[in-house]
C-alpha cells in the first residue's frame, strides 16, 4: 500500500494567480498521476509523471498550463498555471503500487482550489 | 478508447436493504478493475481489486464481481448503513492507464 499527502488541501486564489500542489509519498514509486475532478463529476487524467522524464499530458492538457515536477521518487508538484474560474476542481494525486495484474491505485485527499 | 460506464447515476434505499451498482467498460482488454469509495470533497479509497483472471472478491459486506468477456462488473453491498452513504467510483486498468466510470451517488437512509 502507500501513504499519500497533499499540500494545501485547500485554497481560494485569484484569476490570473498560479498555485502550486505538492504530493508526498511514504514509499518509492515509479509512476504518480494527476487528476482533476470538476464539481459533480468524475476524474480525469492530466498527466503521467515518471521520475527522471518529462511527464505525460493526456489531449487537452498542456505542460505551459500544468507544468509537473518529479524530483524523485517519493514526490510531485504540480502547478496550475494562470489560473482563471474553470480550474475550481479537486485535484488529485494517485500512485501505481503493484504488477502482474494487481497494479492498485492508491489517491491523496486531494486539494480543493476555489478561483475567484 | 476505453470508456467505462456506471448506472444507476445515484441511488437512494432505505437502511438495511441490499444493493447493486453496475460499472460496464468498452474493451475487455483490462488487467484489473478496481472499486473506490468517495466521500464528499475526499480523495479515493480502495474497496476491491480484481484482476482479470478472478471472477469477483469480497470484503466484509462488499462484493465485486468481475465479467470480462461482457465487459461488466458488479459491486454488492449487503445489509447496507447510513455509513455507506458516499460516490462510488469504478475504473479500470490497461495501457498503462486507469479509466475511471462517473461514479454513482448511495444515499442510504436512516
Known amino acids: 500500500s502507500a501513504v499519500i499527502s497533499q499540500k494545501p488541501s485547500r485554497d481560494i486564489c485569484q484569476r490570473g494567480t498560479s498555485l502550486t500542489i505538492q504530493c508526498q509519498v511514504d514509499?518509492?514509486?515509479?509512476?504518480m498521476f494527476w487528476y482533476r475532478q470538476q464539481p459533480g463529476q468524475s476524474l480525469t487524467l492530466i498527466a503521467t509523471?515518471?521520475?527522471?522524464?518529462?511527464?505525460?499530458?493526456e489531449s487537452g492538457f498542456v505542460i505551459d498550463k500544468f507544468p509537473i515536477s518529479r524530483p524523485n521518487l517519493t514526490f510531485s508538484t504540480l502547478t496550475v498555471s494562470n489560473m482563471s474560474p474553470e480550474d475550481s476542481s479537486i485535484y488529485l494525486c494517485?500512485?501505481?503500487?503493484?504488477?502482474?495484474?494487481?497494479?492498485?491505485?492508491?489517491f491523496g485527499p486531494g486539494t480543493r482550489l476555489t478561483v475567484l | 478508447k476505453q470508456e467505462v460506464t456506471q448506472i444507476p447515476a445515484a441511488l437512494s434505499v432505505p437502511e438495511g436493504e441490499n444493493l447493486v451498482l453496475n460499472c460496464s467498460f468498452t474493451?475487455?482488454?483490462?488487467?484489473?478493475l478496481q472499486w473506490f469509495r468517495q466521500d464528499p470533497g475526499k480523495g479515493l479509497t480502495s474497496l476491491l481489486l480484481?484482476?482479470?483472471?478472478?471472477r469477483e472478491q469480497t470484503s466484509g459486506r462488499l462484493n465485486a464481481s468481475l465479467d470480462k468477456s461482457s465487459g461488466r462488473s458488479t459491486l454488492y453491498i449487503a445489509a447496507s448503513q447510513p455509513g455507506d452513504s458516499a460516490t462510488y467510483l469504478c475504473?479500470?486498468?490497461?495501457?498503462?492507464?486507469?479509466?475511471f466510470g462517473s461514479g454513482t451517488k448511495l444515499n442510504v437512509k436512516p
Open positions: 494517485s500512485v501505481e503500487v503493484g504488477g502482474g495484474g494487481t497494479d492498485t491505485q492508491y
Open positions: 514509499s518509492q514509486v515509479t509512476m
Open positions: 509523471a515518471n521520475q527522471g522524464s518529462e511527464a505525460t499530458y
Open positions: 474493451d475487455s482488454a483490462i488487467y484489473n
Open positions: 480484481i484482476q482479470s483472471s478472478q
Open positions: 475504473a479500470v486498468y490497461n495501457f498503462n492507464k486507469f479509466y
